[in-house]
């Protein structure tokens, strides 16, 4: 699968496209729950709609794949319900085109999949290494090649590459990372769950384009239940 170099999505083999529970006739129906949700953003329902999210689970679970749901893909992760990773996905571009995004947490590869489709460039960490190796493999069979995966501690963020334009962390933290707001670009924006004690909210930090101190502002945008970030490899 390789990306269109004008308009920038995914255009999929058709071994993708699959049959029954992952044709397209049921990718579609799961687009239109999405946008009966509120989703808007007509990049990430392209994106949503063309990537092949059976793929990403394993294949006792195909046939769920484009339920609207979190599913289990080992190790106590997930792979993220769709709604979530449009939701996140669609915060982190709703001031425009992102160039270089970092995604904290690449779990199945399902959402660094759909981020592939709308950058130029994706930055993505595992701190599991069968995880990471395995949506590697993922990831290489689909010929997307504007990816750079690595396995390692995702909250130290990726400083060799920033800054970044967009930084998404699909595990919950107790607080904003020092090191990935550090990481964002003028202008830039994270969008990360962020456990409270009493609860976990949606929140997307934006870094201030003016001064010579990095200014932030953030907003709580949803409740959401997401695994805990945990710092370190495994």
């Known amino acids: 699968m390789a990306a269109d170099p004008v308009s920038g999505l995914l255009q999929l083999p058709d071994p993708a496209v699959g049959s029954g529970m992952t044709s397209l006739r049921t990718r579609e129906r799961l687009v239109q729950r999405l946008l009966a949700t509120g989703i808007q953003n007509k990049a990430v329902i392209e994106a949503l709609r063309q990537v092949p999210r059976h793929l990403f689970v394993e294949e006792a679970l195909a046939s769920r794949a484009y339920e609207d749901s979190s599913l289990p893909i080992g190790w106590g992760q997930t792979i993220s319900q769709p709604y979530m990773v449009a939701r996140m996905t669609e915060a982190l571009l709703e001031a425009g085109p992102v160039q270089r995004v970092l995604e904290v947490g690449t779990g199945s590869g399902y959402q660094t999949a759909v981020l592939a489709a709308l950058a130029q460039r994706v930055y993505s960490v595992e701190r599991i290494s069968a ?104």
């Open 131 to 234: 995880l990471q190796a395995r949506a590697e493999q993922r990831l290489r069979a689909l010929k997307l090649r504007n990816l750079r995966l690595r396995h390692g501690d995702g909250s130290a963020g990726w400083a060799e590459y920033a800054p970044f334009e967009g930084i998404l962390v699909t595990a919950a933290a107790s607080g904003i990372p020092r090191q990935l707001a550090e990481q964002l670009a003028p202008g830039g924006r994270l969008v990360l769950p962020i456990d409270s004690g009493r609860g976990q909210v949606l929140v997307r930090l934006i870094k201030k384009r003016r001064g010579r101190c990095p200014g932030y502002q953030h907003e709580v945008l949803e409740p959401v239940t997401f695994v805990p970030l945990l710092s370190g490899v495994a």
